[in-house]
């Protein structure tokens, strides 16, 4: 009786890590109600519609000055990104890390590093509508 009691008690663990290699890993990436801001995000009103880009920068360039009026979310897949705000408020990401882009808020990205960045952006968006609108003038 002691030998089952040895045995079961190594082969519960055993089969319990075994079944979780079966599970799919699960790594929440960021879990938040505002913008890298700040500020609250809000969804707008009208057909949704989700949106996800792949965005490439080449070394030293920029996206120039635009805002986003609908909420997004990125990750980082490769490079070095500076986003610049208006009021001179930046922010650094690397590769991994992700992002809650702000809404209705002019903002510059700027690839500081030596290699292509890479970014996944998905929008929640309105159908028909812009993601992205050009700041004139900057």
């Known amino acids: 009786m002691v030998h089952f009691i040895f045995t079961f008690m190594f082969w ?14 699960v790594t929440e990436l960021i879990k938040t109600t505002t913008s890298w801001d700040g500020k609250q995000i809000v969804y707008p009103a009208g ?26 979310f990125a990750f980082i897949l490769e490079g070095s990104l500076e986003v610049t705000l208006k009021d001179g408020k930046v922010k650094h990401l690397q ?3 992700p992002l809650v882009e702000v809404v209705n808020t002019p903002h510059n ?21 812009k993601l992205t609108v050009e700041e004139l003038g900057q």
Request: hydrophobic share 40%; net charge positive.
């Open 12 to 25: 519960l663990p055993l089969s319990a890590l075994a079944l979780d290699i079966d599970k799919p890993k």
């Open 47 to 72: 057909q949704p519609e989700i949106t996800g880009l792949l965005i490439e920068i080449a070394p030293g360039k920029q996206t120039n000055w635009h805002l986003h009026p609908y909420p997004s």
């Open 95 to 97: 590769a991994g890390d």
């Open 109 to 129: 990205g700027r690839n500081i590093g030596g290699t292509p960045l890479k970014i996944m952006v998905f929008y929640a968006g309105i159908a028909g509508k």
